[in-house]
């Protein structure tokens, strides 16, 4: 009986940037169970309200626009060093792909300090009402996956500075781009909800 030849796949590259990652799809997957969570939280916030005859419920005060503004602006900023990372790190230039990287880490810092005070901008306590409840989860919730991606693109960054510039570090980075993307999108809806529509619908 006659063997087949094996498939010699040594010439196919050892990294990939986008959809012909494996890790790009594993992202996809976990955005798509995260966005889940969040969607699950605002139609838990929808269903109070619909239940409440005042939303918030006296005495409860609807929070400042300015400081939760502030954030979003920030957040919103950081689209912009965050897309020139990406665009370093696919073309393997360490010198940009670090400086960008550490923009970005300085902006999400900011970000996490105005979300401290937001969280006390509020006029409520996560266990003063059900309207106090759910905001602070899904302000909350949003709040952590900020963070990790703060200290995930740390971990990113120290590995270009201890001298790691194989091209998968910089797929990590490209990668890291889509989280971060992430972060910022579903923020504006998350925003819109909490504060713009008690005021306006």
């Known amino acids: 009986m006659k063997r087949r030849a094996g498939i010699d796949v040594s010439g196919l590259p050892q990294f990939a940037f986008g959809s012909r990652g494996l890790i790009w799809w594993g992202i996809w ?3 798509a169970i995260e966005t889940t969570m ?3 939280c605002l ?4 269903y109070l309200q619909d239940r409440a005859t005042d939303w918030p419920p006296p005495p409860t005060q609807l929070p400042d626009l300015g400081i939760p503004t502030a954030t979003l602006a920030v957040l919103l900023l950081s689209i912009v060093p965050m897309h020139l990372l990406e665009r370093a790190a696919k073309r393997l230039d360490t010198r940009r ?3 960008w990287t550490f923009v ?3 902006l999400g810092i900011v970000f996490c300090v105005l979300r401290g005070f937001e ?3 509020l006029n409520v306590l996560f266990d003063s ?3 106090g409840s759910v905001v602070w989860t899904i302000i909350g919730v949003h709040s952590f996956h900020l963070v990790t991606e703060v200290l995930e693109t740390c971990v ?3 590995f270009l500075l201890s001298g790691h510039t194989e091209p998968k570090y910089f797929v990590d980075s490209t990668d890291n781009a889509l989280y971060w993307y992430f972060i910022v999108a579903i923020w504006i809806p998350c925003y819109a909800v909490l504060y713009l529509a008690p005021r306006y619908l």
Do not use: H, K
């Open 119 to 121: 969280f006390y901008s």
């Open 97 to 99: 792909t670090i400086l």
């Open 156 to 158: 990113i960054v120290s």
């Open 104 to 106: 970005c880490i300085a």
């Open 38 to 40: 969040l969607l699950i």
């Open 29 to 31: 997957g976990f955005l």
């Open 43 to 46: 139609v838990s916030y929808f």
């Open 129 to 131: 009402n059900a309207y």
